[in-house]
Structures are given as C-alpha cells and as structure tokens.
C-alpha cells in the first residue's frame, strides 16, 4: 500500500483528491521512517510543491505549501515513531490515523489560529508558541 502511494507522490500523479489530510500524514510517516528528520523535510518539501504545482495549486504566501505545517507535522509523527518503537511501518499507519494525534486540529493546541494561517508561518518554520512539542506533550494527547 505505501509504496505505490508514495510512488505516486513522488512522480506527482497522486490525483488532487486523494491528496488528504490522511494523505499528508501517510507521506510524512513513510519519510519520517525512511529519513534522517532534515532529510525527510527537504524530500517532502520538495515533494509537496511539486505535486501542488501538478494539481495547479500555486505556492504562494496564501495558499500551497506550509512549512510550519510540514515540519509542525513531521515533528509530531518522528515523536509517535519513537513512541511506537516495536510498531511496524503498517501498524504506526492504522494506529496514527486512528489516534487524537491526526486531528486535523492539532496545530491550534500549539499555535494560535492567526498564528499559523498567517503568510510569515507559511513562509518559515515557528516553534509552538501555546505549548512545547515534545513526547510528552504527544503521549499526554495519546492517553487523554
């Protein structure tokens, strides 16, 4: 299952509407496995802009690429890896996309909404300013 999914992302023929939030977390689990952390970033950055620019979304300072987001959720799922470690790839996939940790809305108990949608957070990675992202901040919303 992964590796066609990830063939498709990087060839960009991924069609625009599996490209879900699931779907973003699928590719950065797979290259949060695969790669050093600031490996894996550049290959999803890349990757993302690339497949945006395939669907005809452009990547600007509204819309397209985020890398805030990226690397926000890069973080998270590295932190769940190591809190999985004895999970294989496939079982981290199911688990993860059943888990609190894959709410869409799981930037905002770490950002301030005007925070994260804003161009500057698109542009250029922030820290969290709500709350520290680290393990224990991800087992906390494992277990609550």
């Avoid at 497949?51 to 005809?56: D, I, Q």
């Avoid at 990547?59 to 959720?73: A, K, M, P, Q, V």
């Avoid at 993860?96 to 940790?101: D, I, M, Q």
Wanted: net charge negative; aromatic share 14%.
């Amino acid at each position: 299952m992964f590796y066609s999914f990830i063939e498709k992302f990087n060839n960009q023929t991924l069609p625009k509407s599996e490209w879900t939030h699931h779907a973003h977390l699928t590719v950065a689990l797979w290259y949060a496995d695969n790669y050093e952390f600031n490996d894996a970033i550049c290959r999803l950055k890349s990757g993302v802009i690339l497949l945006n620019k395939f669907h005809g979304t452009e990547n600007t300072d509204r819309s397209g690429y985020h890398e805030t987001l990226t690397i926000f959720w890069t973080k998270v799922i590295s932190i769940y890896i190591e809190l999985n470690p004895l999970n294989s790839l496939n079982e981290l996939h199911e688990n993860l996309l059943k888990s609190k940790v894959a709410d869409k809305e799981l930037p905002f108990h770490f950002y301030l909404k005007e925070e994260i949608l804003s161009s500057a957070y698109r542009a250029v990675y922030h820290e969290p300013t709500l709350q520290k992202l680290d393990a224990e901040t991800i087992k906390v919303t494992l277990d609550s």
